[in-house]
């Protein structure tokens, strides 16, 4: 197992990048702790794969260096590096069986005929195939192949690293809680360091200790799924973890002051004068629907979603979503909202402004 040290990274797929446009993977700098299990979370697009593929070696980056542990690895291949990796789609040996499909890795490295034995039957049954070690992978559907991949990435114990790139997505719903709770108790067992690429935030969330979460070819925040809820960085952390995703809100900030559409706000911490783009972000759990003192709003809908409701309402001319208990009655008299002052970020240009206190 090793720590993973991403020194000045960057890729561009061009052979002559000119501009931060032009790379597929902007300039990175981050250690990935020895045994830390991670999710890298983002939209489709925002590079990921290309994280992986350097991390693992089947590409080589335009720029900056790979470390594990102390070990200069930029140049060093896949097999090399000691790193198993599972695709989206099932890469498995369709003339072998089930069991030599899991073995291979295994004999590849010269395992005990018995370890092999006992090793490829423990990670049947993780992956639910023990009663079909001795079929041949021809023939049996995607989902049971991908099944394969996975049990073949998790076989070997002594791997510097495991990568998964969306390895669930062909497999059904329920099959994916069962293997993503497998996969965790094998992370809390061996204790390898994990990256689990996805773009779906329950997800990344469930799956890891800490969210690296991507936009854009850039990392944008990594934190524990907490600090992403309670502190987005970037606005685009805050729309995309949640749901729904946090408020943006346009303002003016004066000091400890905010202005929305005339209408004053006071803020937790004092700010120093501002210039950009300027929103307060503020997640829907911590808006209130009252009669009472606040913003103007108008409720558009109201969705009861089971567990809580939500609000979407109109605050002058922007959507705002609010999110309250299943037994909050909604009534027309509510047409102001307030905010939880301690839960209200600043925005500059879509990065996140610490203040002072006020
Ligand atoms: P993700 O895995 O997050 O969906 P990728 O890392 O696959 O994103 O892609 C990031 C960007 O790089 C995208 O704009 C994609 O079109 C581009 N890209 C990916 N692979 C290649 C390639 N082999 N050649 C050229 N461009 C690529
Ligand atoms: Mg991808």
Known sequence: MAKITLDNLAHSYLSSPKSEDDY???????????????????????????????ISGLLEPSQGRILFDDQDVTHASTADRN??????????????????NLAFPLKNRGASPQYIA???????????????????????TADAKQKISLGRGMVREDVNALLFDEPLTVIDPHMKWE???????????????????THDQTEALTFADKVVVMYDGRVVQIGTPQELFEKPEHTFVGYFIGSPGMNVIPAAIERNMANVHGAELP????????SGKVELGVRPEYVTLTEGEGLPVQVRRVEDVGRHKIIR?????????????EDTAISPDMTRVTFDADHVNVYVDDWLK???AA
């Open 24 to 54: 597929a993977l902007k300039e990175l700098n981050h250690a990935w702790s020895d045994g830390e299990a991670y999710a890298l979370l983002g939209s489709s697009g925002c590079g990921k794969s290309t994280l992986l593929n350097i």
């Open 179 to 197: 293997l993503r709770t497998q996969l965790k108790s094998l992370h809390h067992e061996f204790g390898h360091t994990m990256i689990y690429v």
């Open 267 to 274: 803020l937790a911490k004092a700010f120093a004068p501002l």
């Open 313 to 325: 309402a109109d605050l002058f001319g922007t959507e705002i979503n609010i999110v309250a208990g």
């Open 83 to 100: 790193i198993a990796q599972v695709f989206q789609f099932p890469v498995v040996y369709d003339t072998m069986t089930v069991r030599d």
């Open 354 to 356: 610490e203040g002072e």
């Open 118 to 140: 006992e090793r490829v039957q423990q990670i049947g049954a993780m992956i639910g195939m023990e009663a079909m070690l001795d079929k041949r992978a021809r023939g049996l």
